[in-house]
């Protein structure tokens, strides 16, 4: 294969996967559990940084346009107006700053941090974005506290189990698939 055959496959996989991702979910409220975040993760931590983001960004362009690849089988432009929908624009631009933290690097300590600063960014654009959009529908919650406990408090424990994965298995793979 060409290096660009296979930097569109890497680009294509890794937007399978974000989909395959989105269908194992929990509701558990207007937010729910589910493992996207940990191939957006995973696509940070073994791609490029804009190969990374291009890969989510698709991921998003094809929910938009219809198809349900979103959690809970949904898709559309309708899904702007989910409380949730916030957190897919997060991971485009935290995938994208993992990756350039991370670089090349095989580290365990740095690609662990990356994936926390990466939840970080997740979090920041999610969490006021639910809080929108939950206010227009009269079902925001009157305090931070509230606030928090919807879109933060129950993710931390899944979420640092799939950054310690992420982060456990994303060097093994660089170096079998010999990928710089």
Do not use: H, W
Request: hydrophobic share 55%; charged share 10%; aromatic share 12%.
């Amino acid at each position: 294969m060409t290096k660009n055959t296979t930097r569109i496959v890497r680009i294509a996989l890794f937007t399978a996967l974000i989909c395959v991702g989105a269908f194992i979910s929990v509701p558990i409220g207007p937010v729910p559990i589910s493992f996207q975040n940990f191939f957006v993760i995973m696509a940070a931590l073994l791609l490029p940084a804009k190969d990374a983001a291009l890969s989510v960004l698709i991921y998003l362009l094809i929910g938009l346009a219809g198809l349900p690849v979103f959690a809970q089988f949904t898709g559309g432009l309708q899904t702007v107006f989910k409380p949730s929908f916030g957190f897919l624009i997060g991971f485009v631009v935290g995938s994208y700053v993992i990756s350039k933290i991370v670089g090349d690097s095989r580290d365990y300590k740095k690609i662990f941090l990356a994936t926390v600063v990466g939840e970080i960014i997740f979090y920041i654009v999610g969490i006021p974005y639910m809080y929108y959009i939950l206010a227009g529908m009269s079902k925001a919650p009157g305090t931070i506290t509230g606030l928090l406990q919807l879109g933060l408090i129950p993710f931390i424990p899944g979420d640092l189990l799939k950054m310690a994965i992420a982060t456990a298995i994303a060097p093994k793979i660089k170096n079998a698939i010999q990928y710089k």
